[in-house]
């Protein structure tokens, strides 16, 4: 059954169990390809048994005081934190993170629960002033029910608890769909650890699936109010189209084509430093990644020499040893994927700095410099540990060439004059920008998400709260009015 058998069960409607479905799930270690858990899937009998049980107890959830939801917060930090050896080796061995990255996301996700367990104390009604003589106006915030939240693999633990916390907060149910490739990390060790926290069962349903089985179940559910999705923006337009047909919300943070731009009065040394970073955590695996690296020609030599010689250093591995830096993609396709980008992009004129080398479901880094917008590789997402250079002539270039994308997440400028970057990045089409700082930024008070093809939506501190609440007008008319029809 693999070394993870107890978590072959998922939580379907308050109670641990198998799925009805007539699938199994081989969920295995992308590094070494050992079997973790088989896991019998859940079907769409599951899903209407979780959203069933899930209205009922949300209703209730919905009814406890702000500082019982906000205690059950900061409980599950504490079992999180407990656990955190753990729930580190479960991220090293489901989704290949390097046990620096798995340290890194739980200390992220972390900080967003803390972050919601302030939410329920900012869900107080407040009274607007009447045009209306004797009337009082009052907004109330409340839960909007129940939120389908769809998560994938590569950052499966914090992009799932960016959703799952401030939903529970607010006083929703959450009906949680994770990658199949990091369902434990993404669904049901979240789900067990807020239900040891005070989570009333079947408040979290997680639901393991075949999607060619499901369809678009937790999307268009009737009894679905939100829907909260991350991952791909092909997937993301898909979802967006079946959830307005519904009228149904949808909140997307999608994909990324980050450009990381170094002007020609940048420090170099502090540039390397966050471009290595900012394109090699995760073995390039993040939305916020590095995808581009645009440097201004009269640097470009140095810049490229000093990123070489860092690049050269990092280590390529086991992703449970302190000492590697880059572990293995999340399978074949992913390796397939990025060979392709690679050879392509060679094939289109590229540069090899770098040559890479592929080791089971490792690669290496690659370094690939005179790269072109025009090029495939500088278009699409790469999600692999690909460095591409792009030199650029000043600065109105480097914005144009920045801007030169369907996507809109997050860039980053490195400059010694600040004012200089606060000009750059008003130019800038995406919803986040960083100055002297990588692309790879995640805090839990302030907007997260993206423009263009990159999503709709925010993720993080009162914008989290917007997502997933409604107002309701109330008012109160407290003397006798004069109607026009009277």
């Not at 699938?23 to 769409?44: G, H």
């Not at 939240?149 to 499966?156: A, D, E, H, L, S």
Request: hydrophobic share 40%; glycine share 8%; with cysteine.
């Amino acid at each position: 059954m693999g070394s993870y058998s107890q978590w072959k069960q998922m939580p379907l409607g308050g109670v641990w169990r198998e799925g009805n479905s007539d699938s199994y799930y081989e969920n295995k270690n992308p590094y070494n390809n050992e079997l973790l858990v088989r896991i019998k899937l859940a079907n769409n009998e599951d899903i209407d048994e979780a959203f069933f049980v899930a209205n009922k107890v949300q209703k209730e959830w919905a009814q406890t005081t702000a500082e019982e939801r906000s205690k059950v917060m900061l409980k599950a930090i504490k079992l999180f934190e407990e656990r955190r050896e753990e729930f580190a080796k479960i991220l090293v061995e489901e989704s290949g993170s390097t046990i620096k990255k798995a340290n890194f996301e739980i200390d992220t996700a972390l900080r967003y629960i803390k972050e919601a367990s302030e939410f329920p104390f900012k869900m107080e009604s407040e009274t607007l002033d009447s045009t209306i003589k004797g009337k009082k106006n009052k907004i109330f915030r409340i839960p909007v029910g129940i939120v389908s939240v769809i998560t994938p693999w590569n950052f499966p633990f914090n992009l799932a608890i960016r959703s799952v916390a401030p939903a529970l907060a607010t006083g929703n149910a959450v009906i949680l769909k994770p990658d199949n490739q990091t369902a434990i990390s993404g669904g049901s060790f979240i789900a067990k650890v807020f239900e040891d926290a005070g989570v009333p069962k079947g408040l979290i349903s997680v639901i393991i699936a075949d999607l060619k089985e499901i369809g678009d179940a937790v999307i268009e559910h009737p009894l679905a109010n939100v829907v909260s999705f991350t991952g791909s923006s092909k997937a993301g337009k898909h979802i967006a189209s079946v959830a307005s047909k519904h009228l149904k919300k949808a909140t997307l943070e999608l994909g990324g084509n980050n450009a990381f731009v170094v002007l020609d009065d940048a420090d170099l040394d502090k540039a390397v430093s966050a471009s290595i970073f900012g394109k090699f955590m995760h073995q390039g695996q993040i939305c916020m990644s590095i995808n581009r690296i645009i440097v201004d020609r009269k640097v470009s030599n140095e810049f490229i020499s000093k990123f070489k010689s860092k690049v050269e250093k990092l280590t390529t591995g086991d992703p449970m040893s302190n000492e590697t830096n880059i572990g293995p993609l999340i399978n074949k396709n992913q390796i397939n994927q990025v060979n392709r980008l690679v050879q392509t992009s060679i094939e289109e004129g590229a540069t090899v700095v770098v040559k890479g080398d592929v080791k089971n479901n490792t690669i290496s880094p690659w370094v690939l410099t005179d790269v072109t917008s025009e090029m495939t590789i500088a278009q699409e997402e790469i999600f692999g540990p690909i460095a591409v250079i792009i030199p650029v002539d000043g600065e109105e270039e480097a914005i144009r060439v920045a801007n030169d994308t369907k996507y809109g997440l997050v860039g980053s400028v490195f400059t010694e004059d600040i004012n200089r970057g606060l000009a750059f990045a008003e130019k800038m089409d995406c919803g986040m920008f960083h100055i002297n700082d990588a692309t790879v930024n995640s805090e839990p008070g302030v907007p997260f998400g993206g423009e263009k093809d990159s999503g709709l939506g925010r993720h993080g501190g009162e914008w989290s709260i917007d997502e997933f609440t409604t107002v309701k007008w109330v008012s109160i008319q407290n003397e006798a009015r004069n109607y026009p029809l009277a």
